[in-house]
């Protein structure tokens, strides 16, 4: 029989740590070891009780939750939970806590959203599992995506390239971004891990730090060249002929929006125009697509694990030899920007 995942919770509610620790025991494969009301008890607790995962409020009394997260880490990694809520505040310390390592996040019961009481419930048994799994290396695959024959690429757009990120993203995304000239040619398309309610935020902060036009994508908008688009959280994207992209609904599956189905999508439409670039982040999401990519042509590039605050995606597509160009962000930015120039409008071979 495998023995219970355990898990240390921290709130600063008592009623929440309540009704956390009731949805884990009564899911069956959990045991809650600890109950912290303030910041500096999680992190003696987090010590001395070595949870294999982490539910972490971020508005704590004494300290915030990526403070209390940054000492966690510094300690042991640890798969950590984020609970979250939608305001603005939020969704800055959110995406602060996606960079100091946080695995995934559940967003707060709100009375005035769609979701129910059993909707986050769901969730939060769902992402704690997910991630005590993908620690241990069990992470499963989403189902690949068809291989369809690869169509005629897109006029007047030399490359598109897909770039996949996960728990550590947005400051890596952030490192590849500064090194891309503004005469870069291609188009950009990144997937990154995160809540519905933060793909906008995560596009303005990138935006500061990249010559290039960031923003959110919208459903049929077409991929420019000279642009960066951000996937909006909460659906999967696919990119289709006539440099369009669309969205599919989430229906709880590993990892969403769905490296692995943007970048399939990205093989079959450009083919050899199609570059394939795999950050820092936890489970393997991403490597069958860098692979497709590879397969089709194109070129693919991934970060290298020194690097990375999770090393596991980049790590499954490296240990797969799909990764032609292994290197730091920036260096994989410089090496994005030699491989679309804007002098040849055509993707060189490494």
Request: glycine fraction near 10%; include cysteine.
């Amino acid at each position: 029989m495998t023995a219970p995942t355990r898990v240390l919770l921290a709130d600063d509610s008592p009623f929440l740590c309540r009704l956390l620790g009731m949805y884990l025991e009564q899911a069956g494969d959990f045991r809650v070891i600890g109950t912290a009301l303030t910041g500096r008890a999680a992190i003696e607790q987090f010590r001395e009780l070595v949870p294999d995962v982490v539910a972490l409020d971020l508005m704590m009394p004494d300290l915030d939750g990526v403070q209390i997260l940054r000492e966690m880490m510094a300690v042991r990694r640890t798969p950590v939970v984020v609970i979250t809520g939608a305001s603005g505040m939020d969704a800055v310390l959110t995406l602060r806590a996606l960079e100091a390592g946080a695995s995934d996040f559940v967003m707060k019961f709100d009375p005035l959203s769609s979701r129910s009481p059993e909707t986050v419930r769901t969730e939060i048994v769902e992402k704690l599992r997910r991630a005590a799994r993908r620690a241990a290396g069990e992470d499963p695959n989403l189902p690949a995506a068809a291989l369809a024959p690869a169509r005629r690429p897109e006029t007047l757009l030399p490359a598109v390239a897909v770039v996949g990120a996960s728990t550590g993203g947005p400051q890596a995304l952030r490192q590849m971004l500064a090194t891309l000239p503004d005469s870069f040619a291609g188009a950009v398309v990144i997937v990154q891990h995160v809540p519905a309610t933060f793909s906008a935020r995560l596009a303005g902060d990138l935006g500061r730090f990249c010559r290039l036009p960031v923003a959110e994508l919208r459903e049929q908008e077409r991929l420019r060249a000279g642009e960066v688009g951000i996937a909006p959280g909460g659906r999967h994207l696919v990119l289709e002929s006539h440099r369009r992209v669309s969205f599919q609904r989430f229906n709880g599956e590993a990892n969403c929006p769905s490296i692995d189905l943007a970048m399939e999508s990205a093989a079959a439409v450009y083919g050899p125009n199609a570059v394939g670039v795999l950050l820092t982040g936890m489970g393997n999401d991403g490597a069958h697509g860098l692979s497709v990519i590879h397969q089709r042509g194109g070129k693919t590039m991934a970060q290298e694990p020194a690097t990375c605050v999770v090393a596991g995606m980049p790590g499954a597509a490296i240990a797969r030899g799909v990764a032609g160009f292994v290197g730091s962000p920036a260096a994989i930015g410089e090496r994005l920007a030699a491989l679309i120039s804007a002098s040849a409008g055509a993707v060189h071979v490494c």
